[in-house]
């Protein structure tokens, strides 16, 4: 998975998209709707797996560089693509 992409700032994002990820964290906790949207975009035209993360890193008081537990959330079928894909169904 390529973690949180739109914190890559020194070459195109792009370019380190197009490396072989099994997946995008497409939802993430400091992206704007357009990123998002844009990443959930490439991720659907290149038939990678889409994940959501609000790269929590423990409770700091004051933190804004990070989200919490909880604050972010994905539509169902993102997760039962990943699920699937790494054989952790129920079904």
């Given at each position: 998975m390529l973690a949180h992409p739109k914190l890559i700032k020194r070459v195109p994002v792009q370019e380190v998209m197009a490396f072989p990820f099994d997946g995008i964290e497409a939802i993430y906790y400091q992206n704007t709707k357009k990123d998002t949207d844009f990443f959930i975009s490439y991720a659907v035209h290149h038939d990678l797996l889409i994940t959501c993360g609000s790269d929590?890193?423990?409770d700091h008081e004051g933190d804004e560089r990070h989200g919490h537990v909880g604050c972010m959330s994905m539509p169902e079928e993102y997760l039962e693509k990943f699920l699937k894909k790494y054989n952790c169904n129920k079904k």
């Open positions: 929590f890193h423990g």
